[in-house]
């Protein structure tokens, strides 16, 4: 079945790590998006990619960097610049073929939290 | 600049009662699409339905229906004799037709439905 899968479910930073966040899908969707989701603030953007080799910051992407040398893969890294990551983590996917209205696929999210 | 705004922050209601979601936007965009999202305790967003700019006619599926009206920028989501497994977040979300940018959240309304 087709999907997005994150990894891992749970992570532990200690203070001063960095620490990287998995996402892969197997849609062929070209965009991909990180969002951060806190208690009571909804899902705000990280990053986002629309092609292979280019991202774009979203609206809190100080303390995160992202890569996307494939198409299917695109891991976000928490650094240590980020002082307050404790939250859950969703990675989306969605194609840009076609109608501007597809909507965005999800996956199950990773929750981060500093020991 | 887009904005949804979800002025419920959370709900209860006793089983088999009626809710309504309320969901206001703002766009400068001529065309834009209007999304909802379910996010069940388990974490992951599942998409709901999806609306176009141009298309005002409301949509009935099951139990849940949706009334979009341009005139208001409201796109509300009502639940019909609702279910403990409706409880969750759920969220409205904007796309403008500036390019294919990523999804605007609310801050989601959570709903919880009491047996």
């Known amino acids: 079945d087709g999907g997005i899968t994150q990894s891992p479910k749970y992570l532990f930073r200690k203070e001063g790590q960095n620490v990287t966040l998995s996402c892969e899908q197997n849609?062929?969707?070209?965009?991909m998006y990180w969002y951060r989701q806190d208690p009571g603030q909804g899902l705000r953007l990280i990053y986002y990619?629309?092609?292979?080799?280019?991202?774009q910051k979203g609206d809190i992407a100080e303390g995160y960097s992202v890569s996307r040398e494939k198409k299917e893969s695109f891991p976000l890294t928490v650094t240590s610049a980020q002082k307050n990551p404790t939250a859950f983590y969703l990675c989306?996917?969605?194609?840009?073929?076609?109608?501007?209205?597809?909507?965005?696929?999800f996956g199950d999210g990773t929750r981060l939290s500093i020991l | 600049a887009q904005k949804v705004t979800q002025a419920q922050t959370e709900i209860s209601v006793v089983e088999k009662e009626d809710v309504t979601l309320d969901c206001v936007y703002e766009?400068?965009?001529?065309?834009?699409?209007l999304f909802w999202y379910k996010q069940p305790p388990s974490g992951e967003l599942v998409f709901l339905i999806r609306r176009n700019s141009f298309d005002e006619q409301n949509e009935i599926s099951g139990r849940y229906s949706w009334n979009f009206q341009k005139s208001t920028s409201s796109f509300n989501f009502t639940i019909t004799a609702s279910q403990v497994v409706d409880s969750a977040v759920y969220f409205c979300a904007l796309r403008g037709n500036s390019g294919n940018t990523p999804l605007v959240f609310g801050k989601g309304t959570r709903l919880s439905v009491i047996a």
């Open positions: 849609l062929n969707h070209d965009a």
């Open positions: 990619s629309q092609i292979v080799n280019d991202f």
């Open positions: 989306a996917s969605r194609p840009l073929q076609g109608a501007r209205n597809q909507p965005q696929h």
């Open positions: 766009t400068r965009d001529t065309t834009y699409y």
